[in-house]
């Protein structure tokens, strides 16, 4: 991610998929979810879609049947930081692989309609931002993509997206924002409740002793 | 006032957070082999350990083999890199003490199958577990959600989950069924209605006349699909039958047990309760339902056309178009004009001993069709197996023609040795219909086990009524 004197931004060529209902299976099959390792998954990301052939985990690209007419196999789309695409991205299964997989790639922000709610969640917690837009402006912004190399630039502290002249602002909870731009983790957040939680557990072991059993 | 989310939201939060979010106390957390190595391994680098033991029960379901037999252990899986993740588990629980029914264990199974018969889902838990269908465990009561890796290592290190509220939506299902529809045509008639993100946001509580009069399991199998209606949470309201039921699996001592009781019967929705979003359906006219197409909203009576872009509304064509051609669905055609290969009944939707007795019931004295090169029952876990077996039903089905597996998530998904191979149509009674999930190609029909049933012994779907 690069930053100018206004913040945050990611940008550059926008790679698309004209599909609604894009499940986390599609995202990353279940055979590469037998990796114990939070990182690599860059090569099986859509799998289904970018070959012609059947993977398997620790088979690389390079041994693979390539289907040319996938888009994040044609050029300049194999290098796109941005992924358009429609309703309910990300659905399904809670794999966080999922996640891996597009950042892996070097995905640092999807646009869509609409997103699964685990998969959202997942998002912020590895850098990937996730743009939901009103339909309207997606199917605009379809429609560019037919015209030409649509390329784009996300300002992430303004919450823009900015496309030549127009200006398309999105709505993003800035707890969840502020986790991409700094990098925080959860565990450390949390663990400065840790008296709080304490205190609470005490309370609900006497109230609710069943549960602790 | 309050709907039943609301209670169970207020009884489990510890505080809110600067950034407007929540902790949530967490009061069971499942684990399994596949989601929760990277969150153990960032636990290690952390130099934590989980902050209550006893809350954690874990059990490998995704990866193991369902041909297993005697003295089978997780080094006898044959699968290099399945067994890794199997080892695994095994490494992490014997490190840090975590309960696991291990694949050695005769009460291993599908996690969402063994938590409540094993009695560690009870009313008004919160649960959590790295995997979506953890929306399973609020049909007793509980507020239940699937987690990514990253929160699988949160709630293991803090016992909370950082969460925001979700929105209340309310899905009333009204009246009786026929007969030869079960909950799973239910919750798949809801799917088509309200689409799969019809319930994204939202905890959604299932209730109504029909809900009361069905059975704990088969209230599992509606909470189960909710996350395919786009729902994280679906719950149903204690009541008479969800304590019997618990009472049956508990381990908890009489008083105990007694006291827990009086506070399962607060949780219930308030009669003056607000719900964001009401849904009423009525479900005597639903027929059996069957997917057609990749996702599990493309679903319509048995009897039914399969949808052609011609019929279809000018924004779907493209989803219709791309879902029939992944289908090999040629011209126009029906559910039953389609000829299958494969029949799968299990998963945790329908592999709990209910189910396996309607389909028994079906395959009682027939054979499968010709057409069907292999029909397979695998129960959700070793008690639902030892039950089966004791009431007859594996040789109902291996009479018939059926194989009688082992426990695990099995054909549910492309994990295991159980897949479906490129282009075979396959009967099952799981909850995904996604490209490829059965296995590279593999082409998915969810449906009832009634139907699935029925499907084996006629080749293809067809009027169960007339069985
Ligand atoms: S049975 Fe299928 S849906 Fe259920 S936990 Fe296993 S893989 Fe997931």
């Known amino acids: 991610m690069k930053s100018n004197s206004e913040g945050l931004i990611i940008d550059g060529v926008v790679a698309y998929i004209d599909r609604d209902n894009i499940d986390t299976d599609q995202i990353i099959p279940t055979e590469y979810l037998k990796s114990i390792k939070k990182f690599g998954f860059e090569d099986y990301l859509f799998d289904g879609w970018r070959y012609k052939d059947d993977g398997k985990l620790g088979i690389t690209k390079d041994e693979r049947v390539i289907d040319e007419n996938f888009i994040l196999n044609k050029n300049p789309f194999n290098e796109s930081k941005i992924l358009l695409t429609r309703d309910n991205f990300g659905c399904g299964s809670s794999r966080e692989h999922a996640v891996w997989a597009l950042r892996d790639f070097g995905i640092k922000a999807v646009i869509a309609s609409s997103f699964g709610d685990i ?32 390329e784009l630039s996300i300002n992430l502290q303004k919450k823009e997206i900015i496309y030549g002249e127009k200006t398309i602002s999105f709505h993003v909870q800035k707890h969840l924002i502020d986790r991409i731009i700094y990098g925080l983790d959860d565990v450390d957040i949390t663990l400065k409740e840790k008296d709080k939680i304490f205190d609470f557990e005490k309370t609900r072991i006497k109230e609710r002793p069943w549960i602790f059993k | 006032m309050k709907t039943l989310y609301d209670k169970l939201w207020e009884e489990h939060h510890v505080t809110q957070l600067d950034s407007g979010e929540s902790l949530l106390y967490i009061d069971r957390h499942y684990l399994h082999e596949v989601t929760s190595p990277q969150a153990f391994e960032g636990l290690i680098k952390k130099n934590l350990k989980p902050w209550r033991l006893n809350a954690n029960i874990a059990t490998p379901d995704h990866n193991v083999p369902t041909i297993r ?11 290099e890199i399945s067994k890794i993740q199997v080892v695994e588990l095994d490494k992490n629980c014997n490190k840090f003490g975590i309960k696991q029914f291990d694949i050695e ?32 465990h609020g049909a007793l009561g509980c507020l239940a959600m699937g987690i990514g890796t990253s929160e699988v290592e949160h709630v293991l290190a803090t016992q909370c989950l950082k969460v925001s509220k979700l929105k209340n939506m309310n899905v009333r299902f009204e009246g009786e069924v026929n007969e030869n529809v079960s909950s799973k045509d239910i919750v ?18 299932f209730s109504g006349s029909y809900i009361s009069s069905i059975s704990v399991e088969g209230r599992m199998t509606i909470c189960n699909m909710a996350i395919e209606a786009g729902a994280k949470v679906g719950l149903i309201a204690p009541d008479n039958k969800t304590i019997d039921y618990v009472k049956s699996k508990s381990f908890l001592d009489e008083d105990t047990f007694a006291q827990a009781k009086e506070y399962w019967k607060t949780l219930k929705s308030d009669d003056d309760a607000k719900f964001d979003k009401e849904i009423i359906i009525d479900v005597s006219k639903i027929k059996p339902q069957v997917t057609w197409g990749t996702s599990p909203e493309m679903v ?14 000018e924004e779907n064509k493209k989803n219709v178009e791309l879902a029939r051609d992944y289908m ?22 329908n592999s709990r001993i209910e189910d396996l007795r309607m389909a028994a019931e079906i395959v009682k004295g027939k054979t499968i069709a010709a057409n069907i090169s292999e029909a397979i029952v695998v129960p959700g876990s070793g008690l639902v197996k030892e039950q089966a077996e004791n009431e007859g039903l594996d040789k109902i089905f291996t009479d018939a023609g059926f194989i009688w597996r082992d426990p695990g998530c099995s054909m549910c998904l492309g994990m295991n040795p159980d897949q479906l191979k490129p282009y075979e149509r396959c009967a099952s009674t799981s909850n995904r219909n996604f490209e490829g999930r ?3 190609l593999g082409r998915t029909h969810l449906m009832s086990p009634i139907m699935a049933a029925y499907t084996a012994i006629n080749g293809t779907i067809g009027d169960p009524y007339e069985i």
């Open chain 2, 328 to 349: 090999g669905i040629e011209n126009e055609t029906k559910l039953s004009d389609l000829t299958f290969d494969k029949v799968f009944i299990g998963s945790c939707t």
């Open chain 2, 69 to 79: 037999g005697n003295n089978f252990n997780s080094e006898s899986i044959t699968d």
């Open chain 2, 188 to 205: 798949l008639y809801l799917i088509r209605q309200i689409g799969t993100a019809g319930g994204t946001g939202c905890a959604i509580e």
């Open chain 2, 438 to 440: 059965q296995g590279y």
């Open chain 2, 105 to 136: 264990s005769n009460k291993q199974g599908i996690v969402h199958v063994i938590g409540p018969e094993l009695g560690f889902t009870i009313p008004g838990m919160t649960i959590v577990c790295g995997d979506s269908h953890t929306s399973t």
């Open chain 1, 119 to 150: 998969f959202y969640n997942n998002s912020f917690k590895n850098g990937v931002l996730p743009i939901k837009l009103e339909k309207k402006e997606i199917d605009f912004l379809f429609g560019q993509t037919q015209q030409k190399v649509l």
């Open chain 2, 300 to 313: 319509m009576n048995y009897d039914e056309s399969i949808p052609t872009v011609f019929d279809t509304k």
